[in-house]
């Protein structure tokens, strides 16, 4: 999954899109800083995870999951649940 980059939305939050999902996330004030920490923390988590079972040969199957979860993460931040 690609994030997109900030545009303001006129309404008060600064949005960003994932590329892929045709899902957006508003972020409020300071709010910003903590989610985007907290994103960078992912995925950077999952970066060093992939390359890890990538070595291992289960690079598909995890992929697989990747997407699926990285989908799950975007519709919980778009519904305020994330």
Do not use: N, P
Request: one cysteine or more; hydrophobic letters at 50%; proline letters at 0%.
């Amino acid at each position: 999954m690609t994030l997109g980059s900030f545009k303001w939305d006129g309404g008060g939050a600064w949005v960003r899109g994932f590329h892929g999902s045709g899902s957006s996330i508003g972020v409020h004030g300071g709010d910003l800083d903590i989610w985007l920490a907290a994103h960078d923390i992912i995925k950077t988590s999952t970066i060093v995870l992939l390359v890890c079972m990538t070595e291992f040969g289960v690079s598909l199957w995890y992929l697989l999951l990747l997407g699926i979860y990285q989908s799950m993460w975007a519709q919980l931040a778009v519904s305020g649940c994330a």
